[in-house]
């Protein structure tokens, strides 16, 4: 009997509800002991079965997207870095077409439905992704705002959309003037990285990053009064180089 390849068992783990601390790490491409001492400080949601933590791997996303604001930077590079201590860098990632100033949007769905616009034409989306993009990214809504407050939001569907992306894309848009995303402090959203990923380590790493990079109030500060492309990647190009010496 022909045993199954690597790519078959990461698909058997990612149907899976649960995972060790083993299936987890080699699954979201992390170290084995950062996914341990995260576990431990309650950093990620897990429960003890026998003498094995097990990780509810279904939920991880969206209490993420609950909790980063509490994490701190080493917690957040423990999630973010791979097991060879490398990162993905979110500046390849921005470039003038996926970058939205000055958005027609005035309500919570509406920013959605440009982000995605935006991203459709980009990958010239049939209508059925388009709209089930939509979807996916409103129902995660409804679990909990993605936004992380400080004036940020971070719209995601709940798990990866490989049958939508082959690859990971940042939609960003940019209002002066903010949008109500129902942050907890109660504050208007001005900028929404939309994100979509086709795996979740992928995913979840460039949220962490995300949001070790947007911690900073004079760098968000400078990228909402930024009026194009070329100046948006100079600001998270001299951000990333920085927080990568730290």
Known sequence: ???????????????????????????????????KKLIEEHKIPAKKVGKQWKIAKSYLNSWLAKNIKSMSNDKLENIEVDEKNKSIKITPLLNKDNIIFKPNSYSKTQI?????????????LSTDKKEK?????????????????????????????PDIVDEAYIVLAISKIGIDFEADDG???????????????????????????????????KLIQAEDAETVKTLFSDQEKWIDKK
């Open 133 to 161: 993009l939509v979807s996916a990214v409103i129902q995660r809504e409804r679990l909990c705002s993605t936004a992380i407050s400080d004036g940020i939001a971070i719209p995601h569907p709940r798990n990866s959309m």
């Open 187 to 221: 504050e208007k959203s001005k900028l929404f990285f939309f994100l979509c990923a086709p795996r979740n380590d992928i995913h979840l790493k460039i949220m962490a990053r995300l949001s070790r990079i947007l911690r900073d109030p004079m760098f968000r500060h």
């Open 1 to 35: 009997m022909k045993k199954p390849d690597r790519e078959s068992k990461e698909l058997l783990m990612e149907q899976k509800e649960e995972l060790t601390i083993r299936e987890f790490a080699k699954l979201y491409k992390m170290k084995e002991i950062n996914v």
């Open 112 to 124: 959605i439905s440009e982000l995605i616009g935006r991203l459709a034409d980009i990958k010239k």
